[in-house]
């Protein structure tokens, strides 16, 4: 489990893409790897992905096809920048909401705008995800939580603050790019009991 606050933003150092449908990423951030077990997990852009190899600087894991087909991590080259962030430990101040790092789709920016000293992103969702973002309820976009403003159709709303634009890839986000969308838990499930009515 996670909270979608991202504590490091790493680079991608190296891309080996298989023969078959998986591709390993190997990736350079700020933590302690001396804390980091092979095996643990990590959310990479909202995607909780198995640790399979450490170095001084650098972990690697690999990502299924499913994985790949269904987010954006397939994207990702040399250089590029991930969100990350280390799983919730008991005990921990949950600042965000809870994520599960099981991303449920792609959401699309429509639009970036100057809100004061913030910056306002229009996202749309898939049609299929849409009745589960309301308005000041939460996301997870690209691992980072988020309150919604506005919802409409299959659009919503979200401030990025200037520190959040600084330490996470969305200071590098534009019009036409996509960005994993996992949607509030306690949306799907109310979703799911209301449809048993």
């Known amino acids: 489990m996670f909270t979608g606050i991202v504590t490091d933003l790493g680079e991608v150092r190296r891309v080996v893409r298989k023969d078959g449908a998986e591709t390993r990423f190997e990736i350079r951030s700020h933590y302690d790897y001396a804390t980091i077990p092979v095996g643990a997990s990590i959310a990479h852009n909202g995607v909780c ?21 269904k987010t954006t991590l397939g994207t990702l080259s040399e250089g590029g920048r991930v969100n ?35 910056m306002r992103f229009v996202f749309e969702t898939p049609a299929d995800l849409a009745r589960f973002v309301a308005p000041k309820g939460s996301v997870a976009l690209d691992g980072v939580s988020l309150t919604v403003n506005e919802v409409e159709g299959r659009t919503f709303g979200v401030n990025i603050i200037p520190h959040t634009q600084a330490v996470t890839t969305f200071g590098t986000l534009k019009p036409g790019d996509s960005v994993n969308l996992e949607i509030d838990m306690l949306a799907r499930y109310v979703a799911r009991l209301l449809e048993k009515e």
Request: glycine residues 12%; negative net charge; proline residues 4%.
């Open 84 to 118: 990350l962030e280390r799983p919730l430990a008991i005990g921990d101040e949950l600042g965000g909401h809870i994520v599960s790092g099981h991303v449920d789709g792609v959401a699309r920016v429509v639009s970036i705008k100057p809100d004061n000293q913030s």
């Open 49 to 69: 992905l198995t640790v399979i190899e450490r170095g001084d600087d650098w972990h690697a894991v690999e990502v299924s096809g499913e994985t790949l087909s």
